[in-house]
Every structure is written in C-alpha cells, then in structure tokens.
C-alpha cells in the first residue's frame, strides 16, 4: 500500500506570495493532520481534518488554512507568505480517530 | 495544557549497545496516548511505537520498547542492540484525552547518532 504522498517536495516562493501544498493520504484514511517544523519552534500542529471537517486548529494566524476533499487528499495554503513560514511541512494520514498517525516526507518551503 | 520534555539533545552510542531515549511529559488528562518518531535526514517521520495510558504492559515492537512510568510520567524509549541505521532525530508525542482529536504535541527531540 502506497504510504502519504505531499507534493511538491520543496518549494521556494518570495515574501508576499501564497502557496498551497497538497497531502493524499494512504488509501483507506480519513484522517489527515498538518504539522509545521522549524529548528526555533519544532513540530508544531496545524490542523486536523476528518471527512472533509475541520475538527481542531493550533495556534497559527488565519493566513494558514486548510481544506479536505471528498477522496481523503487535503490541502493547506498559506498566503502573505513570511520569511517565518521556511519550514517543513508534514502532513500525516490515519485510519480512524484515536490511531497512530502515519506521516509523509514533507514539504520543505522557503521563503525569501 | 500538554507538554512533552525530551532533555538529552544528542546522544553517542556504538553499535550493538542499547540504548535509552528519555521523555517525560506533564497533562492532568486521564486518558492519553504517548508515542515515538524516528526521523532520519530525509524528513519523513516513521512511527516506531504507541503505548496507552490505561495499558498495563510496556509496549514493544521488535528491537523497540517504551518504558512507561506512569507515577514519574515518564515513556522512555529502549532501543536494543543499535544499528547504523538507527541513527536520526527521535521525537517523543503525546495526544491527549480530548475524544477523536488527533493534536499530537511533540518534544524537542534527541539526536541519536549510532558509531561503528
């Protein structure tokens, strides 16, 4: 079974700008949450969503946010971006609430 | 709040010596889960192990095992006979008791870096 794919894979984008990132979750989950990662802060949590509902947000301004389609695949977009928003950003699929989460290999942005 | 502390930064080990990761965490939940991720230089994250708070037994999984304390809430992670590839960031996660919710709160993480 083929595991959390997230393209692209690295991405570079200017101050300002906005970017979405997409996450297809292994086949069968319903679940998908989004990290961010970054040497000063480590891996914080983004969103969660299940059967395209937003169940819990983190602490991050309104500029991120996020959606789930009918497939399972989520997308997140962050606009106005900051040089702040460099990051990895890791999404992870799960089969069901309450189960351990299986993570992608990231997208790694860069803003300058 | 959840809150998760990983207090060795690196850690320096020879092959085929175990190994332990510490992690304690703080929650007034009742019901939680603690987990631990490897993450090689690559950036993706692999589950390695789940242990539950109601779980009587340490969880193991192959060479992996946690040592749950929960008076001292501490889930230390034992790694046994290392490997090459055992080297990586090792992050200890904890989601809390808040039904379906998926929030993982990770600590900072340790550096494991296995020698030959």
């Known amino acids: 079974k083929a595991g959390v794919t997230q393209t692209p894979r690295y991405l570079i984008k200017t101050r300002g700008q906005q970017v979405t990132l997409s996450c297809s979750p292994i086949?069968?989950?319903?679940?998908v949450s989004w990290y961010q990662q970054t040497p000063g802060q480590g891996l914080q949590f983004l969103f969660e969503?299940?059967?395209?509902?937003?169940?819990n947000k983190g602490n991050f301004p309104g500029r991120f946010s996020g959606r789930q389609f009918s497939n399972s695949r989520s997308e997140m977009n962050v606009s106005t971006l900051e040089l702040g928003d460099s990051a990895l950003y890791l999404c992870?699929?799960?089969?069901?609430?309450?189960?351990?989460?299986?993570f992608g290999p990231g997208t790694r942005l860069t803003v300058t | 709040a959840q809150k998760i502390t990983q207090t060795q930064p690196g850690m320096f080990v020879q092959e085929k010596e175990a190994v332990t990761l510490d992690c304690t965490y703080d929650?007034?939940?009742?019901?939680?889960?603690l987990f631990w991720y490897k993450q090689p230089s690559s950036g993706e994250m692999i589950f390695l192990i789940y242990q539950g708070s109601y779980d009587e037994q340490n969880a193991t999984e192959g060479r992996y095992s946690l040592n749950f304390q929960k008076a001292r809430k501490s889930a230390n992670l034992v790694i046994s006979a290392s490997q090459l590839g055992d080297s990586a960031m090792y992050f200890c996660a904890m989601r809390g008791a808040i039904q379906g919710a998926q929030k993982l709160v990770f600590g900072q993480g340790t550096r494991l870096t296995i020698n030959p």
């Open positions: 969503y299940f059967s395209e509902t937003q169940r």
């Open positions: 086949s069968g989950h319903r679940s």
């Open positions: 929650t007034s939940d009742q019901s939680y889960g």
């Open positions: 992870a699929s799960s089969p069901r609430l309450d189960y351990e989460q299986y």
